[in-house]
């Protein structure tokens, strides 16, 4: 059975949050309009940030605290607030409300490669700063994963050792299953590994935080996170 924890909230009809999956960021409720619930909830805590941290989406956000969490942060109690923005392209209308100019906030980013351009495109439009190369991305505290988060976690982690956590976690079967599929079968197992964890309901967020906690078990935390956390 997954790991559960107690709340002590409330949702949004004054009923007790009583079973909050051990992956999940406080205050997590599930269905199709999670994304965005996990949104709102992290834009209700920027009014005392100092640092805001724009991820594409939850798994990101689980990933990051996680990661976090592994280092001995406390992300809180320093104002790092974590926000989940629906996807590469709102991030024009987040820097608008939180950009410069006059901003009183730090911004820390991370996106994938396949999406690097548009965030580029975004700071130099809302004069977040003029980044040319990926290094000048950083220095503004944009960091980019090759090719996604998820490649960065199963090459840190690595084939084998997933396959082990998916053992642990009682997955074995299932990821089994989909090596078999015929048009699974044959491939490269990171290949494999990918499609399984973005495949089923809550997979690739439980899985974010398992694989970020095994890659600081192994001291593999993938660059762009740990780059990132050293600069918030």
């Not at 690097?116 to 130099?124: P, Q, S």
């Not at 997933?162 to 491939?187: C, K, N, T, V, Y």
Request: net charge neutral.
């Amino acid at each position: 059975m997954a790991a559960t924890r107690r709340t002590g909230a409330d949702d949004e009809r004054g009923r007790p949050v009583e079973a909050l999956p051990a992956w999940a960021p406080d205050g997590y409720v599930s269905g199709p309009d999670a994304p965005i619930r996990a949104m709102e909830r992290a834009l209700t805590k920027i009014g005392d940030a100092e640092t805001v941290v724009l991820v594409e989406g939850p798994s990101d956000q689980i990933a990051l605290e996680t990661a976090a969490v592994g280092r001995g942060r406390d992300l809180e109690a320093e104002r790092v607030v974590i926000v989940p923005i629906g996807g590469a392209h709102a991030i024009g209308r987040f820097l608008t409300g939180l950009g410069p100019p006059g901003a009183r906030v730090r911004l820390a980013s991370l996106c994938d490669l396949h999406e690097e351009e548009i965030f580029r495109r975004a700071l130099v439009a809302h004069r977040v700063g003029s980044p040319r190369t990926r290094a000048d991305m950083e220095h503004l505290g944009f960091y980019v994963c090759v090719n996604d988060l998820e490649d960065e976690l199963i090459r840190a982690v690595g084939g084998a050792e997933i396959e082990a956590l998916f053992d642990a976690q009682g997955d074995h079967r299932a990821f089994r299953s989909l090596q078999s599929q015929p048009g699974w079968r044959g491939r490269e197992p990171e290949a494999q590994i990918r499609r399984f964890l973005g495949s089923g309901a809550h997979r690739k967020l439980r899985y974010a935080r398992l694989l970020v906690e095994a890659a600081i078990g192994r001291d593999r935390l993938p660059r762009p996170l740990d780059a990132l956390l050293a600069a918030v």
